[in-house]
């Protein structure tokens, strides 16, 4: 089992960074595939990137692409989510999943989950 808690949410106005944290606890990470993503109200939970147990293979929604950066560190058991340029359009609750090896943009193919973090962007 693995336990993922997200944090590093708020309110920012547009333009303005933001960085999420991830902390996994029970298992190291190292072996899985980390994934974000994000459900707006009224919306369905999409995909924001995603990062393979191979560090150098990432992936991101096409709406966040050049603004937003996923990174992880394996010895802290942390996943990270630079956001910079913020839109009143990222306003949405965050979520942390993981999968073995590989990412996926599917919500349905990650085992675990966090609880979420609200990201919240004024205009």
């Known amino acids: 089992q693995v336990q993922l808690v997200e944090s590093g949410g708020g309110l920012v106005q547009a333009g303005g960074s933001l960085r999420l944290s991830c902390a996994a606890s029970g298992r190291t990470i190292s072996s899985y595939a980390m994934g974000w993503f994000r459900q707006a109200p009224g919306k369905e939970r999409e995909f924001v990137a995603g990062i393979s147990m191979f560090v150098d293979k990432t992936s991101y929604a096409d709406s966040v692409k050049g603004r937003f950066t996923i990174s992880r560190d394996n010895a802290l058991n942390t996943v990270y989510l630079q956001m910079n340029d913020l839109k009143p359009e990222d306003t949405a609750v965050y979520y942390c999943?993981?999968?073995?090896?590989?990412?996926?943009?599917?919500?349905?193919?990650?085992?675990?989950w966090g609880q979420g973090t609200q990201v919240t962007v004024s205009s």
């Open positions: 999943a993981a999968r073995m090896r590989h990412y996926s943009v599917y919500v349905g193919e990650y085992n675990y």
